[in-house]
């Protein structure tokens, strides 16, 4: 898919399990264009098969055509160009082209069973379009201070360059004012919605911003039917690189929705610090290993996401001694099966057991005090002698 035009190709499975190319041709990326791509693909549907639509995410640039044949009731894919290209790449294709691109997209959609495109709805569609202007606006607006303390502090500063750069600053933080207002609108349109971003930003630290983008970045959490599946989306899931003996360093992936990761920063910090006692657990379980505190920060964010999934789908308010109440029932739990293995203990082992907590996890370990056995009602001796009499 390319701004003014795309390459299309037609392809099917045989009854040996082959893909086989039909037709190829190029169409104009206009309305005029996907009429025609339409009565060119009717010529080719089979009724005992189903015509599916697989095109390459490339921009905006893919968004009418998948549209239009999602109205007109047609199965649309919408595949990840790095995907895409990985599928080519294994199909030997050392060139690169649309028309290649095509091809390779016709073969895995004969040869794979792919999830279809689910559009978004036009209230989140407009709202991850506010989100996303808002991301950006931010970016200029820190690029924009950026140069007024280089200016600042140059050896001869110029006052013109001050004065522009405050005026741009001025209308940077008017739109930033004004696009807030506007997601505040379009939540407030859907009574729906609003009530869930809501509940959402009972979250210490959660903002409106915070809830909104996350809920436009994942359409509302329609396509996830566990938090593992939007973990990775996200780009929060962990990857090892491990080679025989050779152990690399673990890390998240970051393949997944920037997006998500950065709104997500600030929050992270504000609920470490505000103490919200299921993220201040995790932070201080981690930097208690010795993990530096920026992985103790993402692994929060991790579960912030997880936590907004969950009320999400429960329709729920957060409850602020969630994580406490977890921790108690964990701890009467391991007190009750602390109790239950003791019950055949003599009462100077009792005596010697004690109770450690690992720092901020709320995980109760029950050790003994000294590294002994407790073997006092063993009818045999214990030592040297156990087997063998020593005079």
Known sequence: MAKDKFDACFSVLTAEHRVVVKATRQFANT????????????????????????????????????????????????????????????????????RIDAKALAHMGAERHLAPWQPMSPQLYLLRKLTREHEQVQLMRTEAINRLHAESHAMLPGKGTQRRLNKTLQLYEAQLQQIAR???????????????????????????????????????????????????????????????????????????????????????????????????????????????????????????????????????????????????????????????????VSEADKDAITEETEPGTGEKEIAPAQARATQDELPLPVGPGALFQVD
Not at 33 to 53: C, D, H, I, M
Not at 222 to 241: C, I, M, P, R, W
Not at 303 to 316: E, F, S
């Open 182 to 344: 506007e997601i505040k609108a379009t939540l407030q349109a859907d009574a729906q919605l609003e009530e869930r971003i809501q509940k959402i930003t009972t979250i210490p630290g959660v903002g409106l911003l915070t809830a909104a983008t996350l809920v436009a970045e994942t359409n509302g959490f329609a396509l996830f039917t566990s938090h593992k599946q939007l973990v990775s989306y996200a780009g929060y899931d962990v990857v090892e690189n491990q080679s025989g003996n050779r152990v690399g360093r673990e890390k998240i992936s970051k393949q997944g929705n920037s997006h998500i990761r950065r709104i997500l920063h600030m929050p992270a910090l504000n609920a470490v610090s505000r103490k919200v006692p299921v993220c201040r657990a995790l932070y201080e379980r981690l930097t208690g290993k010795g993990k530096r505190k920026m992985v103790a920060y993402v692994a929060v964010q991790k579960k912030l996401l997880v936590l907004i999934y969950t009320l999400w789908k429960r329709n729920q308010a957060f409850d602020p001694q969630y994580g406490q109440k977890q921790e108690e029932t964990e701890n009467n739990n391991l007190i009750q099966e602390a109790g239950a293995s003791l019950s055949g």
């Open 31 to 98: 309305p005029t264009g996907f009429a025609e791509f339409s009565r060119w693909a009717g010529k080719w549907e089979n009724p005992q098969a189903q015509l599916v639509f697989i095109m390459e995410a490339t921009g905006v640039y893919y968004e009418n055509l998948a549209w239009r044949l999602h109205q007109q009731g047609r199965q649309v894919v919408v595949m990840l160009p790095n995907r895409a290209r990985k599928f080519a790449q294994s199909l030997g294709h050392k060139s690169k082209n649309d």
